[in-house]
């Protein structure tokens, strides 16, 4: 054993947060160490998926069908967890301060607490019925409120927007959804793409509003009765759904030694400007992002790789973070999205796209390349699945749209007897490239 | 000891029914009053017709039901509220359920004539298509291919945005019909043995008996192509298809258990137990089921074969044959354990 490995035995592990970042990192640094683990985190008892969290409330899960280790992993594993907040963080003497004023030493601190919604700047916000859609907490309240509610507005047309309609939709609760730019995610989705989904969401009778915005929110005894949008419109409603984005939970560290801007900056290795502190996750922003990368990405996977990144730094390998071609998948009530490298909502300058809808309107593929070199540089999906690893290695290896569509056949990933469309896509590149 | 506490989750599934899904139910439980009927013994119209009108009722109405569930939306997954139903979340009815279905199996193993009345009704559809009365287990696979057929349809309809599901469901339900209920049935009206040709070894641990394939081989040549479609199925089909789709091929495209648990089982697949104790308790059941059946084979096979110093003969074949065409020399000596010895 060396030196370094038996420190390691007794090191002592502080983990803020027990979202998939900071249990990753935990999972990590146990396969890894004998270190001591102690997870802190207020929200929930045990671990859970945040991106099911409308499965509990559609019914199709319950919240232990949410969490992926079941409650005796924890113990078997020797990871501690203590469900309290931390009010504070003491950098120099590295103490912990709990709510309770209680306090714990750490010899490393990992701070992994994710983040929060965006609140809305307008009259009527601190009403009863106003809400977002982050925590357990959340969904809870969005359940109570939901017994006899006669209309949800939803403002915000994001991910977390578009989940809260279909989840009132499923219990039959009329939905308005106002959407400031012309279409549905138009500040991500290129046109086609945004209208498709803005077709479906009327299909399953949303009431989609786009351009509006939400000026007053107005209440009766603390109580929402109706909104008031841009347009003068009343729409009467007993809750409002604040759906604007989230942004890095770390009010507790403000005006600390800790250096933060939107989040807590930290370089590629994941570390703060404090050492044997490091961030992960939703609230982390990296002082440095890759290419194409942003310095925040509030997602799943990307917390999941810092954690086992950062795993590795504090068991001796320095590992630093490189999550790779950009990548992402969502599901817009029945359809599927996926995206992998670079799709603008505006094309831009030097890159062209090849587009194909299928004629029903719910499938379409985009794949968009440099003009100069025909280089392909990002796929977007809607309806149909495609490979990963084909896609990521077609970009890395800057493979001509050419070859691209010829091979087509490899990328796909639906199920077997799917109806497959690669011939329709030759043809149409054909059509439309092969002056 | 922490424990997970579950959200105050108000029950959303109070919806009334609307009125046409309402009449679809009622014909549906028209059609189990019908059942219950000749279960008491009770025949108010004539057997065929009873018979007649119960099957068209159960299918009219589930078809009906099936439709208006699932026509008024847009194709795609739909599970919204299973948690919140009373029937798929082990609720009051969902309970009730149960016992009646395990109470049906009780009878049905021990206590048949219990069902006299139910068997009888099955008479006319025995007679057309078995050539003889209908008994207690022509009962239980009438109601399991009915089952099968119209929860399969529902199932189709609720996953059409999904071919691979389509296609895997019109398979079970075309296993089930044709090879668990037609064919066998047609076997016994032309007086062969009732042969299920999707039965393999081991998971029905008769089929390589000996003595079970001497009797199927004595039948005559359609009995003699079963001996041969069993054996080559049971030591060589199901390897290869097993290695190359996994046992999804037959547990989930053939298996007539299989079929009633993707179709009538999908409304509570929700409810399996996925903790790693039921996933190691049912790794445990299946290996070791599986190893009894094996040994249990070979042993029977070698007292079968010592009995008649087939041992012996093979062995020297082995010996002989150490290039490929003389492996067909033993496969023919195996022959004895199978066909009758025209020696003897
Ligand atoms: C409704 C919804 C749907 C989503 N769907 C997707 C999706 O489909 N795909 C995708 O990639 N991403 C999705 N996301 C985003 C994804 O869930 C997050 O990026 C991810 O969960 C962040 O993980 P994390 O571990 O960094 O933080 P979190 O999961 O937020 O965990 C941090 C934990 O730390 C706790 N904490 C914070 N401060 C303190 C404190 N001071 N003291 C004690 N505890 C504290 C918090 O309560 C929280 O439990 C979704 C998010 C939401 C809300």
């Known amino acids: ?368 390349f440099s003009s100069v070199d025909k280089a392909v540089i990002g796929f977007n999906l809607m309806g149909i699945r495609f490979r990963h690893n084909i896609c990521e290695q077609w970009i890395k290896e800057r493979k001509t749209i050419d070859y691209v569509v010829k091979h087509l056949q490899e990328a796909n990933f639906d199920p077997e007897f799917f109806k497959r469309y690669e011939t329709e896509i030759q043809k149409l590149y054909l059509e439309k490239f092969n002056q | 000891m922490k424990t997970t506490e579950s959200l105050a989750i108000i029950n959303p599934s109070n919806i009334s029914i609307p009125i046409y899904e309402k009449l679809a139910l009622g014909v549906i439980a028209i059609a189990f009053l019908l059942f219950s009927l000749a279960f008491f013994n009770i025949y108010p119209f004539q057997i065929y017709l009873q018979l007649l009108l119960s099957i068209s009722f159960l299918t009219i109405g589930s078809i009906w039901y099936t439709f208006l569930l699932y026509s008024k939306t847009p194709s795609g997954i739909k599970n919204n509220g299973v948690f919140f139903k009373n029937i ?83 398979s079970v339900c075309f296993f089930q019909l044709i090879f668990a209920y037609l064919i066998p049935a047609f076997l016994i009206k032309m007086n062969s043995p009732e042969f299920y040709f999707t039965y393999f070894w081991p998971l029905k641990k008769e089929m390589l008996f000996p003595n079970d394939l001497q009797y199927l081989a004595s039948t005559g040549s359609l009995g003699v192509f079963m001996v041969y479609w069993t054996v080559l199925l049971a030591l060589v089909g199901v390897p290869i298809l097993t290695y190359f789709f996994g046992k999804r091929w037959y547990c989930s495209w053939i298996c007539g258990c299989g079929a009633l648990a993707e179709t009538a089982g999908d409304a509570f697949r929700h409810l399996s137990d996925k903790s790693l104790k039921a996933w190691k308790i049912e790794r445990y059941l299946i290996y070791s089921v599986l190893v009894f059946v094996v040994i249990l084979t070979i042993l029977i096979m070698g007292k079968f074969s010592l009995e008649r110093q087939h041992f012996r003969l093979i062995f020297a074949n082995i010996r002989q044959s150490l290039w490929f065409p003389d492996w067909l020399n033993i496969f023919w000596s195996y022959r004895h354990w199978i066909l009758p010895n025209p020696r003897k």
């Open chain 2, 88 to 170: 798929s979340n082990r609720g009051v009815i969902g309970w009730m359920l149960g016992v009646i279905l395990t109470g049906f199996y009780i009878l049905l193993y021990w206590f048949p004539t219990y069902l006299e009345g139910l068997i009888h009704l099955f008479d006319p559809l025995s007679y057309s298509i078995r050539g003889k009365a209908a008994d207690n287990w022509f009962l239980y696979g009438s109601f399991y291919t009915i089952a099968v057929l119209l929860l399969g349809f529902k199932f189709g309809f609720k996953y059409r945005h999904n071919r691979y599901q389509l296609v895997r469901t019109f």
């Open chain 1, 1 to 368: 054993m060396s030196i370094f490995e038996f420190i390691l035995l007794f090191m002592n592990v502080v983990i803020i947060g027990n979202g998939i970042s900071g249990i990753t990192a935990a999972r990590h640094i146990r396969k890894l160490s004998n270190a001591s683990i102690t997870v802190i985190s207020e929200e929930a008892d045990y671990f859970f998926s945040r991106t099911a969290l409308m499965y509990i409330y559609m019914g199709h899960m319950r919240l232990q069908d949410t969490q992926p280790y079941e409650n005796w992993f924890w113990e078997k594993n020797k990871i501690s967890l203590l469900k309290k907040r931390v009010e504070s963080v003491d950098f120099t003497t590295k103490k912990i301060i709990l709510q309770d004023h209680s306090n714990i030493n750490y010899d490393k601190l990992i701070i992994a607490t994710g983040s929060k919604s965006n609140n809305y700047n307008c009259k009527g916000t601190e009403l009863e019925g106003v809400r977002s859609l982050y925590h357990l907490q959340d969904l809870t309240y969005i359940d109570k409120i939901s017994a006899g509610l006669n209309r949800a507005v939803i403002v915000g047309g994001g991910l977390i927007g578009v989940e809260l309609a279909e989840m009132f939709h499923s219990r039959n609760i009329p939905v308005t959804f106002l959407v400031r730019e012309t279409s549905f995610w138009g500040k991500v989705l290129p046109p086609e793409e945004a209208n498709m989904i803005d077709r479906h969401l009327f299909e399953h009778h949303i009431d989609l509003k786009l351009k509006p915005e939400l000026t007053e929110i107005i209440g009766e005894a603390g109580k929402v009765v109706a909104i008031k949008a841009s347009t003068d419109e009343e729409i009467s409603c007993g809750f409002v759904g604040i759906t604007i984005g989230v942004s890095p939970n770390i009010d507790f560290l403000k005006f600390s030694a800790l250096k933060t801007n939107k989040g807590i900056l930290v370089n590629e290795f994941l570390e703060t400007n404090i050492e044997d502190v490091y961030a992960i996750g939703d609230c982390a922003e990296l002082e440095n992002p890759d290419q194409d990368r942003k310095s925040i990405e509030a997602i799943w996977y990307t917390g999941r790789m810092m954690g086992e990144v950062v795993a590795q730094s504090i068991c001796g390998t320095k590992t630093a973070y490189h999550p790779g071609i950009w990548f992402n998948s969502a599901k817009f009530f029945d359809i599927e999205y996926q995206v992998y490298g670079k799709i603008d909502p505006i094309l831009p300058e030097g890159i062209e796209t090849i587009y194909w809808e299928h004629k029903e309107g719910k499938k379409s593929i985009r794949i968009n």
